[in-house]
Structures are given as structure tokens and as C-alpha cells.
């Protein structure tokens, strides 16, 4: 779930992405501060990323007082053309 106050654009494909910096402090961020002793929370997320100083894409970023995102979505098959299905592509997303 993205929450609805995340900036978006378009994709050179035309396809939504969001602002990563916005994911992580408005969303990881703070779970990250709630937990006392966490060393640092790691999200993981099959949505397209893009950052003010990565605008066409990201594949992860992170900041020590927000943890971290690490986007799949520029390894799924769309991206990479291979053809994946049935339990092959199952077993990858799992």
C-alpha cells in the first residue's frame, strides 16, 4: 500500500512511479523511530522508484534516521524481457 500524499510521475514507459525520499519519511521513517533499538528497518517494494537526484529511476535508497527501500520493480520480467511463468516466475516473487 502507497500511501496517498507520495508524489508520483510517469515512467519512460508511462507508467507511475513514486518519490522514494517521500516513502522513507512518511512511512518507513517512522517505523523505524517507533522501534527503541532498531539499527535500522528495511522495506522492500515491487513499486517503480525515482528520487530528486535519481528523476528517472531508483533502485533503493536509504538514510540512517529513516532506514531504507529497496525497489524489485526494475527486475521483474517487464523490465528485463526474460519470460518467466508458471512456477519459475511463483517461485521468484516468493
Known amino acids: 500500500m ?3 500524499n507520495i508524489s508520483t510521475q510517469k515512467n519512460d514507459l508511462g507508467k507511475t512511479q513514486f518519490q522514494g525520499n517521500q ?6 521513517g ?8 532498531a539499527i535500522g528497518v528495511i522495506s ?6 525515482y528520487t530528486k537526484r535519481c528523476g528517472n529511476y531508483a533502485f533503493g ?17 517487464e523490465w528485463t524481457d526474460e519470460e518467466m511463468q508458471g ?4 517461485s521468484w516473487i516468493l
Request: overall charge negative; proline content about 7%; charged content about 25%.
Open 23 to 28: 516513502i522513507l519519511q512518511k512511512i518507513v
Open 87 to 90: 512456477e519459475e516466475l511463483e
Open 30 to 37: 517512522p517505523i523505524q523511530r517507533s522501534i527503541k533499538d
Open 44 to 49: 522492500l517494494t515491487d513499486v517503480d522508484l
Open 61 to 77: 535508497i536509504a538514510s540512517p534516521q529513516d532506514g531504507g527501500i529497496q525497489s524489485i520493480h526494475r527486475l521483474m520480467p
Open 2 to 4: 502507497i500511501a496517498k
